[in-house]
């Protein structure tokens, strides 16, 4: 393996990790084997509370980071019914609650179904999107007003993994740029209720999935073998 010319590592992305965090961790790593500074990134952050597939580019491969985002991205949801919180998952405690008696596995089935496709979604406030140059989440951490503009994506496939009245397990096949919390969000709106992520697992990114994955357990061993 030749890590400056540059490698493509699969990461799998613990729970409470940031994705940064894991690039430090690596990139030490890495330098402390190789007796030099290594350059690494990462193709697509994860939320802190959300754990899985990561891709870790190193050396000149950093320069395919654009590229490796475009690739379509599978994740495991689960969804707590009922319920809202300012980020839309667990990160802040629950702001509202609404009705749930009327939602049955069919209308969730048919609910899911309507965000197959191109559709438009307003990122989450708690996001690092940028609002007239300005970082969403630091904005909203302050209580400063944050107006987010819709982004088109495309959903390729949703499907309902686990159904009961409050809580719901959905797998989502879907393009660069997807919110899964923001997506939560809408699912609860558009069930004339509410949603927000109590889980969230990256399963896949293009053909790489958890199980071609390295962990921070298992690496400096495999890279005292393979550097």
Not at 193 to 213: E, F, P, Q
Request: proline share 4%.
């Amino acid at each position: 393996m030749d890590f400056i010319q540059g490698e493509i590592i699969p990461f799998y992305k613990p729970y409470t990790w940031t994705s940064f965090g894991i690039v430090a961790r690596v990139r030490w790593m890495l330098s402390e084997q190789l007796g030099q500074k290594v350059k690494v990134g990462h193709a697509g952050t994860l939320d802190p509370l959300a754990t899985g597939v990561m891709l870790l580019c190193t050396g000149r491969a950093t320069k395919r980071i654009e590229e490796l985002q475009l690739h379509t991205k599978e994740y495991v949801a689960d969804l707590k019914l009922g319920a809202t919180t300012a980020s839309y998952d667990k990160e802040h405690p629950e702001n509202a609650t609404f009705p749930t008696e009327h939602i049955t596995r069919e209308l969730m089935e048919e609910t899911l179904c309507r965000f197959v496709g191109e559709i438009e979604q307003v990122p989450p406030e708690f996001s690092a999107c940028k609002v007239d140059g300005h970082v969403a989440y630091k904005l909203a951490r302050k209580g400063k007003e944050v107006n987010l503009k819709p982004k088109k994506l495309v959903i390729d496939e949703i499907e309902l993994l686990h159904f009961e009245p409050t809580a719901a397990q959905i797998r989502v096949v879907c393009s660069k740029g997807t919110y899964i919390r923001a997506l939560a969000r809408d699912i609860g709106e558009a069930l004339g209720s509410g949603a927000y992520l109590t889980a969230l697992k990256r399963t896949r990114v293009g053909d790489i999935s958890i199980d071609d994955c390295h962990t921070l357990e298992e690496f400096p061993q495999w890279l005292q073998q393979n550097a």
